[in-house]
């Protein structure tokens, strides 16, 4: 599917449930090291305007299609939706370690790195509630070579932005397969500065689609598993 002139891919995932959640039980934490490399990218813009995007024909929005977030001071990688509103960018927040780390800063403000790649384990991680997301990713295989804090060199797109504590409220339809439910979602307001790439070619997870279950899905699995121990 193409998007704002971007090619956008609906999966990657070419095994079942089960399959990923018996990956994750298997690894071993063997204190393995992150390698770090770098990256020149071809294209950089300012602004939202070069953004890939999914339409929400339900809320007559658009929104960042699979966007990751991670930031040096937070151990951590979350998935969040970010939509476009008159060219100004919103997020909601969806991980609660990410909104004690913004709430907790002497500053009205933290600085993020967004991006959005096919490795899967980073989808994993930014989807599951995993204690340390670091060791996750060093320890799922051998393709450890970082850019930044947990920002992998394999990323197709990476955006600098700043995380407002200021919020707006929206009312917006939420479905997970059911019947839309109209709900008021607190958005913090997000300031993105710049969008880097080297070919439009990117990920995207619909709200509530097949692969948006299919994590869920996964993680349901693994929480089953986890409090059983």
């Not at 929104?63 to 998935?79: D, E, H, Q």
């Not at 080297?198 to 709200?207: A, K, P």
Request: glycine letters at 4%.
């Amino acid at each position: 599917m193409n998007s704002n002139q971007w090619n956008i891919v609906y999966n990657i995932f070419d095994h079942d449930v089960k399959y990923y959640v018996n990956k994750i039980k298997s690894i071993k934490n063997i204190n393995k090291k992150p390698e770090m490399a770098r990256i020149h990218f071809r294209h950089n813009y300012k602004g939202v305007k070069k953004i890939p995007v999914i339409h929400d024909d339900h809320n007559s929005v658009d929104y960042i299609s699979s966007a990751l977030v991670t930031s040096r001071g937070l151990n951590g990688i979350s998935m969040h939706r970010i939509e476009i509103r008159h060219n100004m960018a919103y997020i909601f927040i969806a991980d609660k370690k990410l909104s004690n780390f913004l709430y907790s800063s002497g500053n009205n403000y933290i600085d993020v790195n967004i991006f959005n790649t096919f490795s899967i384990k980073y989808i994993l991680a930014a989807a599951l509630h995993i204690d340390d997301k670091l060791n996750f990713v060093l320890n799922y295989d051998d393709d450890n070579r970082f850019i930044d804090f947990l920002v992998p060199k394999n990323i197709n797109f990476l955006i600098k932005a700043r995380i407002y504590k200021e919020t707006k409220i929206f009312t917006e339809d939420i479905s997970f397969g059911d019947e839309p439910v109209a709900t008021q979602m607190k958005y913090n307001k997000i300031k993105i500065f710049n969008i880097k790439y080297n070919s439009r070619r990117c990920l995207g997870i619909v709200q509530g689609g097949d692969i948006h279950k299919f994590l869920f899905d996964i993680s349901g699995l693994y929480n089953n598993y986890r409090y059983k121990l």
